[in-house]
Structures are given as structure tokens and as C-alpha cells.
């Protein structure tokens, strides 16, 4: 049974440490320091519930029903790349408020920290509250059918091998995964939030994103051909 959770636990992790959605997610409201211990939570606790219910039969019924997951991919695929343009157009938007590719000298100063006639401070977006974070964190984690490919049907087919008390094991030690990943993810981002919060970081990182969700969309896509 110990073998079982570590195993669970090791690739709970390898599924959720690359930068998805949630994680995404989780980085901004860290940064912005707004409501991240709550984005955290809920994160941790729809992968709970999605652990448990593609590891006791779930994944095997998504995995053996050919056109759901086929329908699942494919919406998985719209959903990534449509977050990955808009995370893309926010990446440009910051890069041009800021004028930091263009106005940047080797001084080592932002650009929009220059005076000059045609560069302005970036505009800060009003954070969001609560009802609005929670929303969008169950939106990020629920609507996005890339976690269900993962938790529900991958968690699943590789549970399918083990007795029930193993299978317990293995999903346990997968959402014990999810919970440690996520908060030190929130933890990480509240800490470094006065680096990270600047325009040009704020740029890099939706850039960043904006990358690697494409980079998961063309792996579905590849996953689906083959």
C-alpha cells in the first residue's frame, strides 16, 4: 500500500507541477495576492473529488467510451487554445502599456519607469472578489476537459491495475500530491509577489503560458491522431 501511494503520489505530481490552467490560475492570484489560500483550496479539492471518482471506476468508463473521449480531447483542445490567444493578447497588451521592449536601455530599468514623452504606467486591473475568484477557479478546473483527461481518465487507467485497498492507496497519495503542489504554488507566488507583479514579469509569464497551453493543445491533438 505504501508502494501504491508513493506511486500515486509521483505521478499525481508529474500530471500537475507543468503549468496548466489551474496552475496558471493559482501563479496570478498569488501575485496579485488576491484570495490565492481560497484559489488553492478549491483547486485541491475538485482534484480530490475528480482523483477518487476516474480511480474507483470513472476512468475506466471515460477510457472504454471511445466517442466521449474523442468529444472530450477536442473540447480540451478549443478550451487551451482559446485561453492560450487570450493569454497571448494580455502578454502584448502589458508589453505595450509599458513600452519595455521598446523604451528598455542597459541601465537596467523598465522602460515605463523613464520619462519620456509617449511611454505610461501600465494599467492595474481592479482585483476581483470573491464571488468572482471562486467562480473563475471552479471555471479553470471545471470547465476545462484537459483535468478530466488527466485525473479522471489517466489516474484512472493506471488504477484499474491495483486491488481496492491499493486503489485507495493510490488515490490518496494522487490528492495528497494536489494539495502540496498547489499551496506551495500559492505560497511560492504570495512570496515573490513584489518581483513577480512587475509589468515586464506580469508580460513573461502570460507569455510563458500562453506558450505552453498551445504546447498541450498540440499534444492532445497528437494524442488523439495516434
Known amino acids: 500500500m505504501i508502494t501504491a501511494a508513493a506511486q500515486g503520489f509521483g505521478i499525481g505530481l508529474g500530471l500537475i507541477m507543468p503549468i496548466g490552467l489551474q496552475n496558471a490560475w493559482i501563479l496570478k492570484r498569488g501575485i496579485s495576492r488576491n484570495y490565492p489560500v481560497i484559489s488553492a483550496t478549491i483547486c ?3 482534484d480530490a473529488l475528480l482523483v477518487t471518482i476516474g480511480v474507483f471506476g470513472g476512468g475506466q468508463l471515460f477510457s472504454k467510451n471511445e466517442s466521449l473521449l474523442t468529444a472530450m480531447t477536442i473540447a480540451g483542445v478549443i478550451f487551451l487554445l482559446a485561453y492560450s490567444f487570450s493569454t497571448m493578447a494580455n502578454s502584448v497588451r502589458l508589453a505595450r502599456q509599458t513600452g519595455y521592449f521598446k523604451n528598455r536601455q542597459f541601465s537596467g530599468q523598465p522602460g515605463w519607469q523613464k520619462k519620456n514623452k509617449t511611454s505610461t504606467p501600465p494599467e492595474h486591473k481592479p482585483a476581483k ?3 468572482l475568484v471562486i467562480a473563475g477557479t471552479l471555471a479553470v478546473t471545471l470547465l476545462n476537459p484537459h483535468v478530466y483527461l488527466d ?4 489516474l484512472g487507467s493506471i ?7 491499493q486503489r485507495t492507496a493510490f488515490a490518496t497519495g494522487s490528492i495528497a500530491a494536489s494539495v502540496f503542489w498547489f499551496y506551495i504554488l500559492c505560497f511560492f507566488a504570495i512570496r515573490l509577489a513584489p518581483v513577480l507583479n512587475r509589468p515586464a514579469s506580469r508580460c513573461a509569464i502570460d507569455f510563458v ?3 505552453l497551453m498551445a504546447s498541450i493543445a498540440v499534444h492532445l491533438v497528437l494524442r488523439l491522431i495516434n
Open 44 to 46: 485541491a479539492t475538485c
Open 159 to 165: 488504477a484499474a491495475n491495483y486491488d481496492t485497498d
Open 209 to 211: 503560458c500562453s506558450i
Open 151 to 154: 485525473t479522471v481518465v489517466m
Open 129 to 131: 472578489t470573491l464571488k
